[in-house]
C-alpha cells in the first residue's frame, strides 16, 4: 500500500480547497442536467470550431454526433490538418469559417488567441453571432474585447478533450463549467447548455460560474496542485531517495507510480474513501508528516500565487514568454527528458506492458 510521501498530496488538496475558500471564490453551485438543456437551441446554427487540437476534435466530432451543424477551422500543413480530413471534416481558413458560422467557438492556444482574433476573426463578427470560449484566460485578463452586439460565452469541460471524447463515446460525459460574458441575444445561457449537452456534460453535470472564477482558479489548481505542487511533490520525493541511496526503481514506485491509486481513491470517493481504503500506518504517516511538509509556509505561497493570478502579473508573464519563443518552457523540458524519474519510469513501463497498452491521448 502506499507510503506517507504519497498522503502529502492531500494536505496540498486542503490547502488549495482552503484557499479558494479564503478567496471568496467557493461557493454552492446549481447543477444542470439532460432535462436542463435543450439542443434545438443549437439545431438551427451553424458552429465553427476553431482548431482541431485536444478540445477542439472533441467538441467538434460530439457535437457533429449530437445532430449539430459543424464546420472546423485548421491550418493546413499540421498533423491536425489530416486528421480533421480523416474524421470527416473539411477544413477551412479561419477567416472562411467564422463568415459561414452563427456560432464561433474558440479553441486555439491562450497565447495565439489574441493575434488570431483581432486578424482573422473579429472582422468577420457580424452583429447577433455568437463567440464561445472553453478558458476564460483571454477575456477575464482583457486581451480579446468583444463587440457588444454579439452573445459570449463560455462551455469548459473539467477534463482534457481525449477524455471528453472518450466518454461521450461510452454514453457519459465530462462535467462541464457554462458562463455568460455578453448576453446581446438574451439566449446566451440557453446557448451554452445546448453546447453543453452537444458534447455529454449535461450527462452528469453542468455548473454556472463567471469568467473570472473560471479562469483564476483554473490557473491556481494547475500551478499549486495538479500540475506545479504534484509534479515539484514527486521531485522532490524521487530525488530525496535516490540521494539518501535508495534505487531508483523504488524511488519512482513510491513517489510516482503509486500516486494514481491514491488519487483515484480520492476522486472516486474524496479523502475519506482514500484513508479509509489504504493501511492504519499509512493514514497515521498522513496526519503526522503530512503537515510538516505541506505547511504554513506553503500556504502564505500560494496566497501570493493567488494574488498574482488575480492581478494579471501571471497572465502577462505568460504572454511574454510566448512572445519570445518560450525559452524558459522549452528549456525545462529539454532538461527534464533526461531526468532520472522519466528515464527509469519509462523503463519500468515498458516492462509492464499490459498496465499501459491503452493511453488516453491519441
Do not use: W
Not at 439532460?34 to 458552429?47: F, G, P, S
Not at 500543413?77 to 489530416?82: A, I, L, V
Not at 463567440?131 to 452573445?151: A, E, Q, R, Y
Amino acid at each position: 500500500m502506499a507510503k506517507n510521501n504519497f498522503l502529502i498530496f492531500t494536505l496540498v488538496g486542503y490547502q488549495c480547497y482552503n484557499f479558494l475558500n479564503y478567496a471568496g471564490a467557493y461557493k454552492t453551485m446549481k447543477i444542470y442536467y439532460e432535462d436542463d438543456a435543450n439542443l434545438e437551441h443549437y439545431k438551427n446554427k451553424k458552429i465553427a470550431v476553431i482548431g482541431y487540437g485536444s478540445q477542439g476534435h472533441a467538441h467538434a466530432l460530439n457535437l457533429k454526433e449530437s445532430g449539430i451543424d459543424v464546420i472546423v477551422a485548421q491550418r493546413a500543413g499540421g498533423r491536425n490538418y489530416d486528421l480533421c480530413k480523416k474524421d470527416g471534416f473539411h477544413p477551412y481558413e479561419i477567416e472562411e469559417a467564422v463568415q459561414q458560422a452563427d456560432v464561433v467557438h474558440v479553441l486555439l492556444p491562450d497565447e495565439i488567441q489574441k493575434e488570431v482574433y483581432e486578424a482573422k476573426i473579429a472582422p468577420h463578427l457580424s452583429s447577433g453571432k455568437a463567440l464561445v470560449f472553453s478558458h476564460g484566460f483571454n477575456i477575464h485578463f482583457g486581451f480579446i474585447t468583444p463587440k457588444n452586439d454579439i452573445d459570449v460565452y463560455m462551455v469548459a469541460p473539467k477534463g482534457p478533450g481525449h477524455v471528453v471524447r472518450r466518454e461521450y463515446l461510452a454514453e457519459s460525459g465530462v462535467p462541464c463549467l457554462i458562463a455568460i460574458h455578453n448576453d446581446a441575444s438574451g439566449n446566451s445561457k440557453n446557448l451554452a447548455l445546448a453546447h453543453a449537452k452537444g458534447i455529454g456534460g449535461t450527462r452528469v453535470g453542468v455548473l454556472e460560474t463567471t469568467f473570472k472564477e473560471e479562469t483564476e482558479t483554473d490557473l491556481f489548481g494547475e500551478q499549486s496542485v495538479l500540475c506545479g505542487g504534484l509534479v515539484h511533490l514527486i521531485l522532490a520525493g524521487f530525488e530525496t531517495l535516490v540521494e539518501a541511496g535508495y534505487s531508483k526503481e523504488m524511488a519512482y514506485f513510491e513517489c510516482l507510480h503509486e500516486m494514481k491509486l491514491i488519487v483515484d481513491l480520492m476522486y472516486e470517493g474524496g479523502i475519506h474513501n482514500m484513508r479509509y481504503s489504504i493501511s492504519e500506518t499509512a493514514e497515521f504517516g498522513d496526519y503526522e508528516t503530512g503537515p510538516k511538509i505541506i505547511n504554513a509556509q506553503t500556504k502564505e505561497t500560494m496566497k501570493q500565487v493567488l494574488t498574482n493570478i488575480q492581478n494579471g502579473s501571471f497572465a502577462k508573464k505568460f504572454i511574454e514568454e510566448a512572445r519570445a519563443g518560450k525559452p524558459t518552457m522549452k528549456a525545462i523540458r529539454e532538461k527534464m527528458k533526461n531526468h532520472d524519474v522519466e528515464v527509469v519510469g519509462e523503463k519500468l513501463r515498458q516492462m509492464m506492458v499490459s498496465l499501459f497498452k491503452k493511453k488516453t491521448v491519441r
